[in-house]
């Protein structure tokens, strides 16, 4: 099995497991202990947020004295370690699972030494300006500023400390035209592709069992986070797993002081003299608190790709220090939970992860009608379809799907075709799911019931639930716009524009994968977590999903991993701030 094949074999296999399953590694992804927080609040409030516990109500075990309390251990808590552990401070992390997170595949920065040696180099002012246009300016551009200026030194900080243990980093400049529909599209995408020795992958294949289950084995392999955690250990980090935090302390003047904390032997007071960094991510994992929070989109929810354990305890933490929220709710949703003609979107989830639908084909909804241009971001469909029945949009292809996909030449991780970017050795970098995998996806969704395949046209609408007149006659114009290249209807642009003319029709409904809020607490461009006058609150800091002021609605998936760039880069930020390092 080939490295491309393995990771995406891999991939596929969490992907198609038993519907609606949880799946990632993050923050209380494994072993996580009863939920402190909610024996230890004496009394709640009406808001979702409740109230704290008064601090004489606990039982305190131990009180313990650090520099630099890191409360969560996932991409911002991890490089928040390393960098804490590199400078000497003197810091605890902690994390309510029983191991680390990881540092996701994509690391959208901009300026790493790397994009010289590929001799590509956007505007730092252009890719800042697109963020906060994708917000309609309901953001802060100087936190923008923050991860845009020192986003490429992180990188490159990342990738001096796991060279030598395999990880080989890449930029992938092969942005297609630039555009995917009207929507600008930077060269931002980082990555590390890792080598493996003959040992690790036996490991692998030992901790898979005879079954050689991809998902497994990769699951096995060391990545990026094992690296740096491994690094940070070795400079003498202080982590400690299935510990959870429980809420903020404060000084009389309201500066964070450090934390109140659980772990196996009961409470604990730790005392943090530079403050404390939550890193805890955003409230994805709870179904009813993204329901609360955010209707708009948990109501468009099919799979759910949720952080387990990240169920907004940090930001009621930030709260209850005096923080605020993001006032518009905001969940990363990429459209790919194919869901059966006769199931409810919305939790519990019934989807099933099928990489077409992030691909440009006809959408319709139930009524068989189109809805908009298909060429937009992953999740403005699933948004648009909150104004048809049911909130669900279908998906329609043909015979000859894989030869407009390549005409589409998505971007980030809906790319299908793989890319012929390169590392700076010449090898491929691996990115692109391949056709393979796009294949058996598909098929398990016929198997499963949930995508639909007929040879008329009117046979897949009667299968889709929807009026057979109706899709019929949507096709034809549709298929008319396409041989006239031009589209009068919604503005698809001409190398999208292609003809469903050719057996096998195949349609889904689809929703979106539910995989993570971005609208945590408020901060400022160092990181400092935003009273409601605006005013950062010594001590405190977040990173992260934790963290907000970047997005607002929708998330910028064109601008490819600038979420996961933006929370390493505030991690390493918000570490030498505290220490007074910047």
């Known amino acids: 099995m080939d490295r491309r094949t393995f990771i995406k074999s891999g991939l596929l296999a969490g992907a198609v497991a038993a519907a609606g399953a949880a799946v990632g590694c993050a923050p209380g992804a494994s072993g996580a202990s009863e939920s402190a927080a909610e024996e230890a609040l004496a009394a709640t409030g009406d808001a979702w947020y409740g109230e704290p516990a008064p601090l004489d109500s606990f039982d305190l075990v131990d009180t313990e004295e650090c520099e630099l309390l890191i409360c969560g251990c996932g991409a911002g808590g991890i490089v928040a370690t390393a960098t804490a552990a590199e400078e000497g401070i003197r810091a605890i992390t902690i994390d309510k699972g029983a191991s680390h997170g ?133 400079k003498g980090a202080d982590v400690r797993y299935l510990t959870e935090l429980v809420q903020l302390m404060q000084d009389e003047s309201g500066a964070v002081t450090g934390a109140i904390v659980k772990d196996s032997e009961g409470y604990k007071q730790i005392n943090a003299s530079k403050g404390v ?78 990489w077409m639908g992030d691909q440009p084909f006809l959408r319709v909804n139930m009524r068989g009608e189109r809805i908009c241009c298909e060429s937009s971001p992953y999740d403005y469909p ?68 949930i995508i639909q395949q007929a040879d008329t046209l009117e046979e897949l609408a009667e299968k889709l639930l929807m009026p057979a007149d109706a899709l019929k006659a949507t096709v034809v114009r549709y298929n008319e716009l396409c041989e006239a290249g031009e589209d009068t209807d919604f503005g698809k642009e001409p190398n999208a524009l292609l003809p469903l003319t050719t057996p096998p029709f195949t349609g889904a409904y689809f929703g979106g994968h539910v995989l993570c809020t971005i609208d945590g607490l408020k901060i400022d461009e160092h990181g400092r977590v ?53």
């Open 102 to 234: 990881s540092i996701k595949t994509y690391v959208g920065v901009v300026g790493s030494r790397i994009d010289e040696q590929y001799g590509v180099a956007p505007s730092k002012m252009d890719v800042m300006n697109e963020l906060t246009r994708y917000t309609n300016g309901f953001c802060n551009p100087r936190v923008a500023r923050t991860w845009i200026e020192e986003g490429g030194a992180t990188f490159d900080w990342i990738a001096d400390i796991v060279d030598d243990r395999g990880a080989n980093p890449f930029y992938e400049t092969d942005v297609g035209s630039g555009f995917h529909g009207v929507w600008p599209v930077y060269p931002i995408q980082h990555g590390f592709l890792c080598d493996y020795t003959e040992e690790q992958m036996a490991e692998a294949m030992e901790k898979a069992g005879e079954s050689g289950d991809p998902a497994a084995m990769k699951q096995a392999l060391p990545g990026v986070s094992n690296y740096l955690m491994d690094y940070a250990i070795e």
């Open 277 to 354: 960094i939550l890193a805890t991510g955003g409230y994805e994992a709870d179904p009813g608190l993204l329901a609360e929070i955010n209707p708009q989109s948990a109501c468009i929810g099919g799979v759910s790709m949720a952080q387990m354990g990240n169920d907004g305890l940090g930001i009621k933490a930030g709260i209850w220090a005096g923080g605020v929220k993001d006032a518009i709710p905001t969940l990363m949703t990429f459209s790919r939970a194919a869901i059966a003609p006769d199931a409810p979107l919305g939790d519990p989830y019934q989807g099933n992860s099928c």
């Open 382 to 449: 699933l948004f648009v379809a909150t104004y048809s029945p049911q909130n669900k949009v279908a998906t329609i292809w043909d015979a000859n799907y894989k030869d407009h996909i390549a005409s589409f030449h998505t971007l980030g991780c809906s790319r299908i075709v793989p890319s012929e970017s390169t590392l700076p050795d010449g090898r491929p970098n691996g990115e692109g799911l391949t056709f393979e995998a796009n294949d058996m996806m598909i098929a398990q969704g016929i198997e499963m019931g």
């Open 530 to 582: 935003l009273t409601a006058e605006q005013e950062p609150i010594a001590g405190l800091y977040a990173v992260g999903n934790c963290s907000g002021s970047l997005y607002a609605g929708s998330y910028p998936e064109l601008l490819i991993g600038n979420a996961n760039g933006r929370t390493v880069t505030f991690g390493r930020h918000a570490v030498k701030h505290a220490a007074g390092l910047l």
